[in-house]
């Protein structure tokens, strides 16, 4: 191998490296709001709470989701786009499972009075579980793109930097969601 084609395989690609530079702007998003909550919660008005069943639920269904989306791109990279697009609507139907659950979460801490405004440990909460299912409905948006390119008749098979994009991000809001979780049942 020349010199040259060593060094172009060293490089990473532009996309990955934007990529890696947002969710290491995510990380940093969520550090701070997970240490803003651990800092206030010593506030005499603190109330603590239990988190919906839901949320357990929407776990499970984003952890699934995150074993299809790694099969669907190993068969992306195998050439077999019948089974591909498959396990990629999979994903979009579990993707869409985890925001309904965490939806019904949501319900489930309003009838018990547990609101944005009622106290400020409920107020971090929300904003944290909140954006979270905002970033994952961003990587929804995306998969349902993927999902469409997939049928089209331009499918650009040898080029699977958007697949790995997309399931690059997918597992970093999976871990991130069972990093949150972890975080709001230890530091309540």
């Known amino acids: 191998m020349s010199a040259v084609a060593m060094e172009q395989r060293k490089k990473i690609h532009p996309h990955k490296f934007t990529l890696w530079v947002g969710i290491g702007s995510l990380l ?3 550090a701070g709001l997970t240490s ?3 800092v206030k919660r010593n506030l005499a008005n603190w109330q603590t709470y239990d988190l919906p069943w839901f949320f357990w639920i929407s776990t499970v269904a984003i952890l699934l989701s995150s074993v299809t989306i790694y099969l669907a791109e ?3 990279k195998q050439r077999e786009m019948k089974k591909y ?3 990629l609507l999979v994903t979009v139907i579990l993707g869409v499972l985890f925001i309904t ?4 979460g ?3 801490l309003w009838v018990k009075q547990i609101t944005l405004t009622a106290n400020v440990s409920y107020s971090f909460m929300y904003v944290i579980v909140s954006l979270h299912a905002a970033h994952v409905l961003g990587g929804l948006i995306a998969l349902i793109v993927m999902y469409a390119k997939a049928f089209g008749t331009k499918v650009r098979i040898y080029n699977s930097v958007p697949v790995e994009l997309v399931s690059t991000y ?3 809001v999976d871990i991130l969601w069972i990093y949150l979780l972890i975080f709001l049942i230890l530091i309540r």
């Open 36 to 38: 803003a909550y651990i």
């Open 74 to 76: 190993k068969k992306f």
């Open 28 to 30: 940093m998003m969520f």
């Open 170 to 172: 997918w597992h970093f």
């Open 85 to 87: 697009r498959s396990l």
């Open 101 to 104: 659950f965490q939806v019904l």
């Open 106 to 108: 949501f319900q489930q």
